[in-house]
């Protein structure tokens, strides 16, 4: 498996931004898809944006035009640039990716992101 670090949460007002970051160690195993998800307590947690090892990206409805997702195959490091921020986007953020031939899971530990009205 593989650690996975995140960073950069915090406290924002709406329409702010935010850049969270997860870092990845390194291990025997490639790593395949990266993504974000979050989630408010009591409720399920949702995919927010994946990135595959070669680029492509994909992004849940309620975030495209306003979030970015990318990374840094030399640094192991995932990005989500986040814009135009809204109460409806806090939640904790969770890194997630896969690793190896089966494609299995690692997720991070998560940071918050607060954004007030």
């Known amino acids: 498996q593989v650690q996975l670090v995140e960073s950069g949460g915090g406290l924002v007002q709406a329409g702010g931004s935010l850049r969270l970051s997860c870092e990845a160690s390194?291990?025997?195993?490639?790593?395949?898809?990266m993504g974000w998800y979050r989630q408010n307590p009591g409720k399920q947690r949702e995919l927010v944006a994946t990135?595959?090892?070669?680029?492509?990206?994909n992004y849940a409805d309620s975030v495209k035009g306003r979030f970015t997702i990318s990374r840094d195959n030399a640094k192991n490091t995932m990005y989500l640039e986040m814009n135009s921020l809204k109460p409806e986007d806090t939640a904790v953020y969770y890194c997630?990716?896969?690793?190896?031939?089966?494609?299995?899971?690692?997720w991070g530990q998560g940071t918050q992101v607060t954004v007030s009205s």
């Open positions: 997630r990716a896969t690793t190896g031939r089966l494609n299995y899971i690692s």
């Open positions: 390194k291990s025997t195993f490639s790593i395949n898809s």
């Open positions: 990135i595959t090892s070669g680029g492509s990206t």
